[in-house]
């Protein structure tokens, strides 16, 4: 399964930004894919994951209420739409694709996109 994540930028606070994540190869080994986020000097933390197959979705508790996260099964893309912005949401975002059922953990995704910046100015 090979990840390409896209859409970063530059935005300021309360702004909003669109991630994409196009995946292709053996997508029907896919069970769920996620969004991880690593600020300079912090671990990787989770953002949010969708069910490839029923579409269910969980968010971490920093973005709650502003992010979400959704699939376009016919086009193998997922996607993070991001609202209301903060400084603290900087970070290389990560797309991440998994074989097990929902997880939080980085070492369950054997795949990885190449991460997008997100900059987002006060």
């Known amino acids: 399964v090979q990840l390409q994540a896209s859409g970063g930028g530059l935005v300021q606070a309360g702004g909003s930004l669109r991630l994409s994540c196009a995946a292709s190869?053996?997508?029907?080994?896919?069970?769920?894919m996620a969004w991880f986020r690593q600020a300079p000097g912090k671990e990787r933390e989770f953002v949010s994951h969708?069910?490839?197959?029923?579409?269910?979705?969980y968010y971490g508790e920093s973005v709650k209420g502003r992010f979400t996260i959704s699939r376009d099964n016919a086009k193998n893309t997922m996607y993070l739409q991001m609202n209301s912005l903060k400084p603290e949401d900087t970070a290389v975002y990560y797309c991440a694709a998994t074989t097990v059922i929902f997880t939080t953990t980085p070492s369950h995704y054997p795949y990885w996109g190449q991460g997008t910046q997100v900059t987002v100015s006060s």
């Open positions: 969708i069910m490839w197959g029923g579409g269910s979705t």
């Open positions: 190869g053996s997508i029907f080994s896919v069970d769920g």
